[in-house]
């Protein structure tokens, strides 16, 4: 079992920058794919962006691409998640996930059903 637990959340003005990370811990040397989820209030939860751990293959969400890039720490066993040009539709929970299964997919499309370990979340606030 891999546990994961987010950091980096807080409140933005529009256009402004945050970097979330995700630090794994578990015996595993191959985490398979983490990825980013958000869910805002009153909306399901959507996968943001992916890497696959055993050749960095990167994937997004059409709504973040170009803005939101994902990348990772081997040593540190951690991800992160460097957000620009944020804008008030970027705010929710931001969650972190991982499956040793899983292999991110190029068309940005990823569900929480893919995935079975789970951080506990970090809110992201987008607001003047």
């Known amino acids: 079992q891999v546990q994961l637990v987010e950091s980096g959340g807080d409140v933005v003005q529009p256009g402004g920058s945050l970097r979330l990370s995700c630090e794994a811990s578990?015996?595993?040397?191959?985490?398979?794919?983490i990825a980013w989820f958000r869910q805002a209030p009153g909306k399901e939860r959507e996968g943001v962006s992916c890497?696959?751990?055993?050749?960095?293959?990167?994937s997004y969400a059409d709504s973040v691409k170009g803005r939101f890039t994902i990348s990772r720490n081997n040593a540190k066993n951690t991800v992160y998640l460097q957000m620009n040009s944020l804008k008030a539709d970027d705010t929710a929970v931001y969650y972190c996930?991982?499956?040793?299964?899983?292999?991110?997919?190029?068309?940005?499309?990823?569900?929480?059903?893919?995935?079975?370990?789970w951080g506990q979340g970090t809110q992201v606030t987008v607001s003047s």
């Open positions: 890497i696959s751990t055993s050749d960095d293959m990167t």
């Open positions: 578990g015996a595993t040397s191959n985490y398979g794919a």
């Open positions: 996930a991982q499956d040793v299964d899983y292999y991110c997919p190029d068309n940005g499309y990823f569900a929480p059903l893919d995935f079975r370990s």
